[in-house]
């Protein structure tokens, strides 16, 4: 079985104004509510692609209880551990008379060492990991060791490791060597303690991360797609231009749409020409919406395969 893990999941609520004023009220023209987070997000875009996987993670309070529910009701399977705190709401405001958006992430419910102690208990009692994407943000109460001890756990139960995780999660991920890490840019530069803007420069950084010890950098670009770098190979997979209405979640279906390559072990070039296709097909929905098969599947021939290899030769 494929699992995510969501440790601080959210409901992302969406709402669309003219203009916000903040001098009277706005008034709010549509809204939408959303299951988010990305472990949350991986999973969505999994079961929307037609890969069963299961979400693991805290819930809590009313939130928690809303969140089971959209989930199910998108067919999405759910472990959750209950927490006694609430889950986190997450508000984004589309000002649709100039495109531009407002982003709150809440920090979502305190943890408790117990309720950690059932997770990692939950963890190590999983009989069937083939795969478990790992990110996001830890909730507050939970120390950032928490990505490595995961990660070590299910390489030693023989699943495939995905960490998309910035900052110091992303750092003590690392340490437990995963198969696969995903950080954008800004992560990537900021993993290396150095700027980053050329290709070249993206991947010398993403071998040296791998000299550390993880199996395979992906490095998401934005609107340039996502590159690769792997033992022997150097790829580049870019996306055509498209309309953007959204740019929440993109990193998550990049990753999702990645996964979805490795269930049905296409190669590395797919996997990840899937995983570009399927952030560019979020980036094309509207609200918190994410990507689902069909709409991955139009944008997979569009998208431009660069071997970075035979470009050096
Ligand atoms: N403007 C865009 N046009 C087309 N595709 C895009 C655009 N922005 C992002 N994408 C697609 O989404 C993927 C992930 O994007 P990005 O690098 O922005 O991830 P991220 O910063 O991790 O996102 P998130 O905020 O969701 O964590 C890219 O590799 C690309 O395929
Ligand atoms: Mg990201």
């Given at each position: ?7 601080n999941?959210?409901?992302d609520?969406?709402?669309?104004v ?75 405001v ?5 495109g ?192 689902n ?21």
């Open positions: 079985m494929i699992y995510t893990l969501a440790l999941p959210a409901i609520r969406t709402m669309w003219g203009k916000m004023d903040f001098r009277t009220t706005t008034r709010v023209r549509r809204e939408s509510r959303y299951p988010g987070g990305k472990g949350v997000d991986v999973s969505r875009v999994l079961t929307a692609m037609g890969i069963s996987n299961v979400a693991l993670g805290f819930v809590g309070g009313f939130v928690g209880e809303e969140l089971e529910c959209r989930l199910g009701y998108e067919g999405v399977r759910t472990d959750m551990i209950k927490v006694s705190g609430e889950t986190r709401t997450n508000i984004i589309n000002e649709t008379s100039n531009r958006h407002l982003l709150l992430t809440a920090k979502g419910p305190r943890v408790d060492p117990y309720e950690l102690g059932t997770l990692f208990r939950k963890i190590e009692n999983l009989s069937d990991p083939t795969m478990m994407a790992v990110g996001g943000s830890l909730p507050r109460g939970i120390h950032p060791d928490t990505y490595r001890r995961v990660i070590t756990i299910m390489k030693r139960k023989g699943a495939i490791t995905i960490l998309d995780a910035d900052g110091e999660n992303l750092r003590s991920g690392i340490e437990a060597c995963p198969d696969y890490i995903k950080p954008n840019r800004h992560e990537m530069s900021e993993l290396v303690g150095r700027p980053l803007s050329t290709l070249d420069e993206f991947i010398q950084a993403a071998e040296e991360v791998r000299s550390w010890g993880v199996g395979t950098v992906l490095v998401s670009l934005g609107p340039d797609g996502m590159m690769l770098v792997a033992d022997g190979q150097r790829y580049l997979a870019s996306p055509p231009k498209v309309d953007v209405v959204n740019s929440v979640g993109l990193g998550d279906s990049a990753v999702a749409g990645f996964m979805y390559g490795l269930a049905n072990r296409l190669d590395l070039k797919d996997c990840l020409i899937h995983g570009t296709a399927a952030g560019t097909a979020t980036a094309m929905k509207h609200g918190t919406a994410r990507a098969k069909d709409d991955v599947m139009k944008i997979v021939p569009m998208i431009d395969f660069k071997n970075l290899m035979e470009d050096e030769k």
